[in-house]
């Protein structure tokens, strides 16, 4: 249905890890997945050529990484070399949006930014200024979607508040359909609390299951093995939240298997859900690209049983 004219050809692909489990053994971190025509795409964390890194699957098994740059252009009040975090999602025209964090020069701060294109591979054009940028409150980070069953799309995100010695705050605001602007201020969800996510929580996924909303969020440090991933419950999209003592996703917890798993996402496949996040390699060189199914427990999701 979409055109792929003018993108260049996947690219090699990488080398077998000893690091076991990688869909994608390259450096592939914040991973987002959108399906499209029963195409899946994977978009990440910049490289050295991209801003928005790409990748494609029909079965979620086997990856193609595309030589291709989502956001080739970045907004004028972008620095280049620090584009995080990428969301890309569907709109009701057919449109897509991306969604990406990006650090901006002055007032210095990280921002979320939006760009829009007709195709999923993009290319996808900036528009004006950033979406969110709370300098107040350390700016805004790893923004994420969600599409409630009234028809309410909702931006997600977090305040950069560890950046300063601020808290960290989860947050929602319903987006206009066109997915260009917030239609009221943000309300904060939840922020650090538990002493697994050391000082901050990052990285929004908010899915419905039966009757719950759930809000997946990565913790702690990034750059580490104490990077984590846990949930929280709620009735609504605003709240009230309750989290989850206990994280779901840790280094512990997968045996060893996954260093540091965040930066999560979740999908539907075509054999169940499962969840998406980058782990560190065994030398904490690059964080590659995972997939493992997601069930649920009582509308709770499980990864590591036993």
């Keep these: 249905m979409f055109a792929l004219a003018g993108c260049a050809a996947p690219a090699a692909a990488p080398a077998e890890s000893s690091a076991p489990g990688f869909a994608i053994d390259a450096d592939f971190p914040d991973p987002d997945l959108l399906e499209v025509d029963g195409t899946f795409y994977a978009y990440a964390t910049n490289s050295a050529a991209a801003n928005v890194q790409v990748a494609t699957s029909t079965d979620l098994l086997s990856w193609e990484q595309l030589d291709v740059d989502a956001l080739p252009e970045l907004p004028e009040w972008a620095i280049r070399g620090k584009t995080w975090a990428p969301e890309v999602t569907a709109l009701a025209d057919g449109s897509f949006a991306l969604y990406f964090t990006t650090a901006q020069a002055t007032p210095s701060a990280q921002c979320i930014g939006v760009a829009v294109s ?14 969110v940028c709370p300098v107040e409150d350390g700016g805004a980070i790893d923004a994420s979607t969600f599409l409630d069953d009234d028809g309410t799309l909702f ?7 560890n950046c300063c010695g601020k808290d960290t705050w ?3 605001a319903p ?14 969800l939840v922020k650090q609390t538990e ?13 419905k299951h039966g009757s719950k909303y759930v809000l997946f969020y990565s913790a702690n440090d990034y750059g580490g093995e104490s990077y984590a991933t846990g949930y ?15 994280p779901l996703m840790t ?31 065994e030398n904490f060189i690059q964080r590659g690209m995972n997939v493992l199914p ?10 590591f049983a036993g």
């Design 118 to 131: 007709a195709d999923p591979l993009g290319p996808f054009e900036p528009v004006g200024d950033p979406l």
């Design 155 to 161: 931006l997600v995100f977090k305040n950069d508040g």
């Design 170 to 172: 989860l947050q929602a």
């Design 175 to 188: 987006l206009s359909a066109d997915g260009l602007t917030l239609l009221s201020e943000p309300t904060r």
């Design 195 to 207: 002493a697994w996510e050391g000082n901050l929580v990052e990285a929004p996924t908010l899915v």
């Design 232 to 246: 929280a419950t709620a009735d609504s999209v605003l709240g009230p939240w309750t989290k989850h003592g206990e």
């Design 251 to 281: 280094t512990d917890l997968s045996g060893g298997v996954y260093l540091g798993p965040g930066g999560q996402d979740v999908i539907a496949g075509p054999d169940g859900d499962v969840i998406v996040f980058h782990s560190w390699d």
């Design 294 to 303: 997601l069930t649920w427990v009582d509308d709770e999701p499980v990864v």
